[in-house]
T-cell receptor, first 110, second 114 residues
């Protein structure tokens, strides 16, 4: 079955560490997105990529980095510069205009 | 730029009662409209979408929504809810073709009580 796979489902990070969240899709979609979700808030866009080897900052890109070396993969790195990283992270890909979502990664700083 | 406003952050309702979750949007151009459902600790699942044509759109799980261009609204309705409908619901708008960004509302938590 085609879909979007995020891993891991739960991730714990110590203060000052960088961590990378994985997102893989086999839907053959060109566009991929990373969103952050906090309790009581909607989805806020971190980064997006419309084509391989190209990506753009979203609304809250500070403290995050991405790469898009393959069409299928769009990993997100949460750096130590992100002061409040505890959140639920969602990856999506798009067959315009509809977005398809992964199951999310819950990141907790310990 | 477009924006989405979900008018109710929480909607409690009894089982088998009807429900309406309200969504208004603003955009200077034509939009595509979506409703997604999210269960705890899961991703978003598409409930229904309006792309063009009939303004009454039917989706999964017995939900439907009506696109009202003059009122810039896209309210979600279900005539009789079940306990299993308890979840968070997001309204979203997308503009244009290709892979333009989607804008999401802040979500409405639907709680169905027995």
């Amino acid at each position: 079955d085609g879909g979007i796979t995020q891993s891991p489902k739960y991730l714990f990070r110590k203060e000052g560490q960088n961590v990378t969240l994985s997102c893989e899709q086999n839907l053959n979609h060109d566009a991929m997105y990373w969103y952050r979700q906090d309790p009581g808030q909607g989805l806020r866009l971190i980064y997006y990529s419309q084509i391989v080897n190209d990506f753009q900052k979203g609304d809250i890109a500070e403290g995050y980095s991405v790469s898009r070396e393959k069409k299928e993969s769009f990993p997100l790195t949460v750096t130590s510069a992100q002061k409040n990283p505890t959140a639920f992270y969602l990856c999506a890909s798009k067959r315009s205009p509809e977005a398809f979502f992964g199951q999310g990664t819950r990141l907790t700083v310990v | 730029a477009q924006s989405v406003t979900q008018l109710d952050s929480q909607v409690p309702v009894f089982e088998e009662a009807p429900v309406e979750l309200r969504c208004n949007y603003s955009s200077s151009v034509s939009v595509y409209l979506f409703w997604y459902v999210q269960y705890p600790n899961q991703g978003l699942q598409l409930l229904l979408k309006y792309l063009s044509g009939s303004t009454l759109v039917k989706g999964i799980n017995g939900f439907e929504a009506e696109f009202n261009k003059s009122q810039t609204s896209f309210h979600l309705r279900k005539p009789s809810v079940h306990i299993s409908d308890t979840a968070e619901y997001f309204c979203a708008v997308s503009v244009g073709t290709n892979a333009g960004k989607s804008t999401f509302g802040d979500g409405t938590t639907l709680t169905v009580k027995p």
